[in-house]
């Protein structure tokens, strides 16, 4: 029986062999993306994750080489004004998938070490409640605009 299991489970993980590059299980990331930004300054980073788990996925901190902190960030209107606050942590319910887009949730990164051009692919790591690690190449797009986080500065 346990032969029989192991098997069904190796055939499980090489049908998708993307879920074996990353430590936390069952998270799909697509269109992953980064703003550019300079040195010493802030930018923002967007992707969809989806949680093919049968359990809640839980993201609990974010961390890059390139920045001195990264923040779980939410933009909201309030009283006609947008405003963005850090939050604590999301829950990824299964099957459910979080959308990071500008104007709604995304990963503020903060006290960059170096300036970010649409040349260089930034490397972010997202960590789970449980300790699991994504980590992720952010390919670098768009303007440098300031409409996301005026509020940082
Ligand atoms: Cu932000």
Redesign the pocket.
Known sequence: MTRILSFLLLGFLSAFPGLMASSLTGVQVNQPWTRPGIKDGTT?AYMELKNINPYPVVIQSASSPSAREV?L?E?KEENGVMK?REQSSWTIEPGQTLVLSPGGY?L?LIGLHHDVTTKDTLSLSLTSDKGEALHLSMPVKGGAKKA??HC?D
């Open positions: 923002a923040q960030h933009t963005m995304h503020m996301e986080c940082h």
